[in-house]
T-cell receptor, first 114, second 113 residues
Framework: DQQVKQNSPSLSVQEGRISILNCDYT??????FLWYKKYPAEGPTFLIS?????DKNEDGRFTVFLNKSAKHLSLHIVPSQPGDSAVYFC?????????????FGKGTMLLVSP | DSGVTQTPKHLITATGQRVTLRCSPR?????VYWYQQSLDQGLQFLIQ???????AKGNILERFSAQQFPDLHSELNLSSLELGDSALYFC????????????FGSGTRLTVV
């Protein structure tokens, strides 16, 4: 049973436009959510996170929105740049004594065309 | 360079064989996590160690085992390999209590032929 779902395997966006990547989760106990970005032949790198006590977190061009009632989060990238082309993973965790493990979605491949 | 070092980067081996993947965590990080990424799958959590002790287990097969040594490096042992074990294996480390998530290594690509 997949607890974190990214239903769009891929997304194509033009440079300068907004990219919106979506993620749904089923476990209401998750209390911390993260987005990771992965380029080919590299490991995932941390991008942005949000605690369940917030509904929005912004870092430069990246904003994550959390809708707890819908068990849904989204990552907005504005404006999108060709260098943003990568696979984006959504992840969720239970902050449990600091030993929390992350549950990942399958990822969404974003392609930003010039 | 993320600070998490994984060796080897690539490994090709035959079915039935045994391999060892190695991970050195970022300096100061006590927690090590192993993840597997197969085709069409996300990152599947395998196992976590904290300061030499096993802390959590995920979808790790009985043919797989891991350990973390006193110098904090970790090894993932995969035995009786099957074609379906072909995947990217990632190691990640984290400072205890840090909310910024893991730092991943660049992975080991295992191909079983």
């Amino acid at each position: 049973d997949q607890q974190v779902k990214q239903n769009s395997p891929s997304l194509s966006v033009q440079e300068g436009r907004i990219s919106i990547l979506n993620c749904d989760y089923t476990n209401s106990m998750f209390d911390y959510f993260l987005w990771y970005k992965k380029y080919p032949a590299e490991g995932p790198t941390f991008l942005i996170s949000i605690s369940s006590i917030k509904d929005k977190n912004e870092d430069g061009r990246f904003t994550v929105f959390l809708n707890k009632s819908a068990k849904h989060l989204s990552l907005h990238i504005v404006p999108s740049q060709p260098g943003d082309s990568a696979v984006y993973f959504c992840a969720a965790s239970l902050q449990n004594s600091g030993y929390s493990t992350l549950t990942f979605g399958k990822g969404t491949m974003l392609l930003v065309s010039p | 360079d993320s600070g998490v070092t994984q060796t080897p980067k690539h490994l090709i081996t035959a079915t039935g064989q045994r391999v060892t993947l190695r991970c050195s965590p970022r300096s100061g990080d006590l927690s090590v996590y192993w993840y597997q990424q197969s085709l069409d799958q996300g990152l599947q959590f395998l196992i976590q160690y904290y300061n030499g002790e096993e802390r959590a287990k995920g979808n790790i097969l009985e043919r797989f085992s891991a350990q973390q040594f006193p110098d904090l490096h970790s090894e993932l042992n995969l035995s009786s390999l099957e074609l379906g074990d072909s995947a990217l294996y990632f190691c990640a480390s984290k400072l205890q209590g840090a909310l910024t998530g893991y730092t991943f290594g660049s992975g080991t690509r295992l191909t079983v032929v």
